[in-house]
């Protein structure tokens, strides 16, 4: 037997005082579903004693059609006639007149257990706004897709908070969504009244593939699992001039430019013997994105083995390979304005790659640095743990 996500508990029948009598509203996208394909939407619409009456979207929409950094407004759902609110335009934390008909929030939203993507913070701000407004707020847990023993990455440094880094944790977390809501909600200074519905069957060994559940695109550019496993390393080069694979049938799976050699940048990349990775020289031409139309090498990542595989490492290092053989043509994207962060700086939770990745040596001792974060981040999770 599978496993049974929050949802799948709720759609069943679980009751909780919170859900009686109460108003809800739901941060939800198309992830938000079943083990049989029915939307939370309509689960939450067809409790018997509570009553729907708020929608809120996150990054790409309610329906998950928008691409990665796409603003949007608010709407009214065509068939329920309720507010869809958005917490990707005007307002990335709900203000309090946006959460003034609710009085239990609830989140279900399939996360992929990485830091850059802008769920979870989206989450953070939702608990914060309900701290606040006096509300009560509720996680329908889901599987971590990476497994939650792994942990990598940098601690994000004070000062470097966004939306694609908004707390103090590493790059890849080994925390469902509600394990990470709880840990947060305990070091925010006004914690808000949170639960979580606690999935059956899953355990922290357990990647995707192993949970029997439909895999629903929690974004445009994360297609498969595939995506997902690379993704923690690859999305750091959306703070560069070479493409992260948008506008390719492998997004996150291949980087490349105009100006890059496939062929050489493998070969650089298997000096490192970095475990359960095989990069390949792959040439694409973007559709849409960076270089959309070019006709650009690179290489695509291919995970041999997922226990061993390090997608940050991975990331690390072929930038540290791009920017050692391109001097002239590889750059960081600049800030969108003066005195604002470099994005690869949001990403890594500092400026530190950005000032040592032409040099080796300071780039292995910052992996070193990274795992020795990752350690103490794996004590620092461990009272909030739900699952063996």
Known sequence: MGVKTGVDLLSEGFSHPWLTDARIGLMTNPTGITADFVSTVDVCASLADAKLTALYACEHGLKGELQAGVRFGNTVHPR??????????????????????????????????VRYYTYASTLFHMMDACAEAGKR?????????????????????????????AWRVPVRTGLTVGELALLVNSEM?????????????????????????????????????????????????????????????????????????GERLAERFREHKLEGVHVHPVYM??????????????VRIFVTH??????????LVLLHELASLYPEQFRWLEPPQPGSRYFIDLLTGGRKVRDIIHDREELVRLMEDWKAEAEEWKERRKPFLLYP
């Open 80 to 113: 329920l006639g309720i507010p869809v609110l958005s917490l990707y335009g005007e307002h990335k934390k709900p203000t309090p007149a946006m959460l003034a008909e609710v009085d239990t929030v609830l989140f279900d939203i399939q996360d992929v257990g």
């Open 137 to 165: 707020l509720m996680v329908l847990d889901r599987p971590n897709p990476l497994g939650g023993d792994t942990v990598e990455g940098s601690l994000l440094s004070a000062g470097y908070e966004s939306l694609v880094g």
């Open 189 to 261: 200074e006004v914690p808000c009244e949170l639960d979580v519905i606690v999935m059956e069957g899953w355990r922290r060994s357990m990647e995707f593939t192993d949970c029997e559940l439909p895999w629903m695109l929690p974004s445009p550019n994360m297609p498969t699992m595939d995506s997902v496993r690379v993704y923690a390393g690859t999305c750091l080069f959306e703070g560069t001039n070479v493409s992260e694979g948008r506008g390719t049938t492998r997004p996150f799976e291949w980087i490349g430019a105009p100006w890059i050699e």
């Open 285 to 298: 031409s973007p559709t849409f994105s960076k270089h959309a139309g070019e006709l650009c090498g690179g």
């Open 306 to 315: 997922s226990r061993a595989f390090r997608a940050v490492d991975t990331g």
